[in-house]
C-alpha cells in the first residue's frame, strides 16, 4: 500500500472496469499502540509509508488515471480518531489526514473531481 508502483498498478487495473476509475478510498492504515521510548525506526517507517505515503500516492494515481481519462470523479482519504484519545501507553499515530493532501491534488483537476476527508465518528457519539 506504499509503493507508488503497486498503487499505479492497482488503478490500471481498476481502470479496464467500465469506463475507467470515477472514485478513490483511501483507507488502508494501519494503527500500534507502543511505548514511546521503545518505538523503533522500522515500526514509525512502517507507519508512515502506509498511512500517510499510502494516502498521498494513491490519490496521485487516481488523480492521473482520472485526468489521463478526462472523467470526473472523487478521492475520499478516510481519517482517524485515534491521536485525539489519551492512552495509558503512547499511541504512535501519523499525522492526520485532513485534507491537505486532497487539497494539492484538487487544484491540478480541470474536470471538477471532488477530494474529499471522511473522518470517522465513534459510536455512541452524539455529534
Do not use: C
Not at 17 to 41: C, H, S, Y
Not at 92 to 98: A, E, F, I, V
Not at 107 to 127: A, E, I, K, Y
Amino acid at each position: 500500500m506504499a509503493s507508488p508502483e503497486n498503487l499505479a498498478a492497482a488503478v490500471a487495473v481498476a481502470d479496464t472496469f467500465g469506463d475507467g476509475i470515477t472514485a478513490m478510498v483511501n483507507n488502508a492504515a494501519i494503527f500500534r499502540t507502543e511505548d514511546f521510548l521503545t518505538v523503533t525506526e522500522a515500526t514509525y517507517t512502517t507507519l508512515m509509508d502506509i498511512n500517510v505515503k499510502g494516502t498521498f500516492f494513491g490519490a496521485q494515481a487516481a488523480a492521473r488515471s482520472m485526468i489521463d481519462g478526462g472523467r470526473r470523479g472523487s478521492i475520499i482519504n478516510v481519517s482517524s480518531l485515534a491521536g485525539l484519545q489519551a492512552l495509558a501507553r503512547s499511541r504512535l499515530t501519523p499525522p492526520p489526514r485532513r485534507g491537505s493532501d486532497a487539497h494539492h491534488v484538487a487544484g491540478r483537476l480541470p474536470w471538477q473531481t471532488r477530494t474529499d476527508v471522511l473522518p470517522p465518528t465513534p459510536l455512541g457519539s452524539t455529534s
